[in-house]
């Protein structure tokens, strides 16, 4: 699989758009560190959402209608968020993609976002719904699980550039 | 006691102490607190970024003032982690990134957002009461622009260290 990730890696290094990244960034200097900070900007609001969201969930909540309420408020800041880390990530990862694609943290990150991403959105959806002013503990798991997807997701990132396949 | 001592002195014992020692000849530790600088750094910024909103009226307005700043456990909480993991990687380097202008910029403006909090806390936080539910005073709206530019800077220079002398 690391293979492959490796050949995959190579693969978008020849590409015309990874060549178009790296022009840029020569051109520009502060492009790169633009990105990574925007980037840690990002995942703060993301992680703040999930902190949050996840913990007021987890501890359950004792007035009906706080808990979509707040989902609701910051729903726009996780799709922004979203959005800007798949520009900013996509970029960093056409500049240098063999520096993503030879992590062993690379890809796990990228499957922990989806997990957190869709986390967000059922939680979302199944508090629009809710009507009973205690929440099951299955939605007190799945925000504190939300929670610690978002540290987890947060941890591989800053990880792809210390640990390396093969 | 410190009299008689140099800043020069300090920073030497510092990066002189054991711990110091263990983190520099051992190669794990440097990437393991900036990954958990990271992390609580993001949820510093992230829970700080929503109650400021939150004290300048325009985020979650509907939601009692009390109950949005549930979230400041956290905040300290994620704080302490981030100053600890901060320090660890500070002391066995540290002549070197007190000469980094950006380092010494971004802890001059941790300062500033801990001053603006603690005006906040002694000031108009203490009539909480009066704008709970309410639009928040001037005050209350001022502290938290302040607080949030404060914080968007100290995560710009935090990343700058790096590429600055
Ligand atoms: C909650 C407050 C703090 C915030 C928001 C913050 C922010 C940051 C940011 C954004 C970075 C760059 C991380 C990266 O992308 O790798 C960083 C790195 C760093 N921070 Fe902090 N920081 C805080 C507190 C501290 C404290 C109290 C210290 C020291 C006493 C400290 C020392 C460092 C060091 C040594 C680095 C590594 C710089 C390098 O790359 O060599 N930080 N910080």
Redesign the pocket.
Known sequence: MWALAHQIGIGINQSAFSAWARGLANIYFWLIPAM??TH?LGMSVLMGSAGLYGLRLARGFDQPGIAASAGASLLPWIIGAALVQSLTGVFMVLHRPTRAFDSLMFLPKLALIVLGLSLFLVLLYKLKRQTSERLSVMLRLAGASLFSCWIAIALAG?LISFIRAG | MLQGISLQEILTRLEDLPISQEITDNPIW?PV??AM??V??GL??GAVLFLDLRLMGVFARKEPMHEAAKVIGLIWL??GL??????????P?ASR?LA?TA?DL??GL?FL?GLNMLVLHLGVWRRLADWNESAPPFAARLAGAVSLTL?VL?????????FTQ
């Open positions: 990574q900070i840690l800053r | 440097f607190l900036e600088h990271v609580s750094l510093v910024v994620a704080a981030a100053f600890m993991s901060g320090f660890l990687m500070f002391a380097a990134y980094n380092f971004k802890m941790i957002a914080w100290i995560v710009i220079l935090g990343r700058m260290v790096p």
